[in-house]
């Protein structure tokens, strides 16, 4: 199969007409192209987002009726061994506490107000009394092989629709937390930096290409929407979390 060319790129960044689903693309995983003294295909929605950045900034939130707060989230699952993003959510709730992220509030926070609706799940919630923050993580499995892109774009899509004041209120009445009402939300993108066979996890090795100036437009869009990455250590009730 050939490349695709930079206008074919740009076209499909074009066609999508709810800015506020454009993570959900299927483009935005394309690691391509084979050739490689050629633009990558992340690159070039990168760059394009940042055009366009004006759209993006104007997701709605989206004002959900019941409780962000899930009393039935319980950490217990028939799946325990499993190793899907909600399987590794649950031993991370379980944990309590991570060193450098904070108290896990809870996991597949609803975005949604009923089923039809399209919006996702925040994979985890934590507060961080330390650093006085509430931060949003999206989590991916060591294995996951979705680009930094979309990483980055899902979780700042999640910190744009979620309501802030309400997020906060339904924490401290129904789940009895205990987060100051100015508290500051932010999104991270939540990876661990090594996948199953001891090898660098697709998003870790794209962020160090970043860091070497190999992914500029990826810099650039996340120096602009302020988002960092939190990079997971260790595994089966004893993750750890820090901010490169």
Request: proline share 5%; glycine share 4%.
């Amino acid at each position: 199969m050939a490349d695709y060319s930079r206008d074919e790129v740009i076209a499909l960044c074009k066609r999508v007409e709810e800015i506020q689903f454009f993570y959900k693309e299927p483009f935005l995983n394309r690691r391509g192209p084979r050739s490689s003294n050629k633009e990558k295909y992340s690159e070039i929605v990168a760059e394009w987002i940042i055009d366009h950045m004006d759209k993006f900034q104007q997701i709605p939130t989206n004002h959900r009726s019941n409780s962000y707060y899930t009393k039935e989230h319980d950490g217990k699952s028939n799946r325990p061994d499993a190793h899907s993003e909600k399987q590794i959510a649950i031993k991370m709730f379980n944990q309590k506490v991570i060193p450098g992220v904070g108290v896990i509030l809870d996991y597949q926070t609803p975005l949604k107000d009923k089923n039809s609706d399209k919006f996702g799940e925040i994979d985890l919630l934590a507060f961080d009394n330390d650093e006085r923050i509430l931060r949003i993580l999206e989590l991916k499995v060591p294995n996951s092989k979705e680009t930094m892109l979309r990483c980055v774009m899902e979780a700042y899509t999640y910190l744009k629709q979620v309501d802030h004041k309400k997020l906060i209120e339904d924490f401290n009445r129904d789940g009895k937390a205990n987060i100051p009402e100015i508290t500051p939300i932010i999104a991270c993108p939540f990876i661990f930096r090594y996948n199953t066979d001891g090898a660098y996890s697709q998003q870790y090795q794209e962020y160090q290409e970043m860091l070497e100036n190999r992914r500029p437009n990826l810099k650039t869009l996340m120096e602009l929407l302020d988002i960092k990455p939190l990079i997971i250590e260790g595994s089966e009730g004893q993750y750890t979390a820090r901010e490169l």
